[in-house]
């Protein structure tokens, strides 16, 4: 987890800063500050009409009475895509607007479970969440689980009954 961190927040701001330093170089300081501008426009109107089909989509899914998987995946995936828009940059742009195109989004969703699987293959140490906290797994490897008191407090009498 570290690693994916430190490239989020130290790695990618430098890419992004070589980056836009590269093309101002190129086009100047002034269209480049325009270029970013109007990809970021174009990214939020994309990321907006993408949002509301998913949404349609989601809602015609509940409506058939079956469960919405791949409607959630695009869904989180236009968020995701909208908040590397909002990041200043060429390349969370164009990894934005990437995610906002439904080829890629489709690819994404194949990709993700075989990334996730591979992920949870290599880690060898299983954490156990147990009253809120995350414990050591014991050594049969078996899941244990313990319960607290509720988290919802009983229902007041109501004043106006």
């Known amino acids: 987890m570290v690693p994916i961190l430190a490239i989020a927040f130290i790695l990618v701001p430098l890419a992004e800063l070589a980056v836009l330093i590269a093309v101002g170089d190129v086009i100047g300081l002034l269209p480049t500050l325009v270029l970013l501008l109007v990809v970021s426009v174009a990214g939020a ?57 439904p080829p890629t989004r489709a690819l994404a969703r194949r990709l993700a ?22 414990r050591p797994a014991n050594s049969t490897g078996s899941t244990q689980a313990t319960w607290g008191k509720a988290e919802v407090a009983p229902p007041e009498r109501d004043p106006y009954a």
């Open 45 to 101: 109107w994309l990321a907006k009409r993408e949002g509301l089909a998913a949404w349609r989509r989601f809602n015609l899914a509940m409506a058939d009475g079956r469960i919405p998987t791949v409607e959630v995946a695009d869904g989180a995936m236009i968020l995701l895509a909208g908040a590397l828009l909002l990041t200043p940059g060429f390349l969370t742009d164009v990894a934005g607007i990437l995610l906002l195109l």
């Open 113 to 134: 479970p075989r990334i996730a699987a591979r992920r949870l293959r290599r880690g060898r140490r299983r954490v156990v969440i147990v009253d809120g906290t995350a």
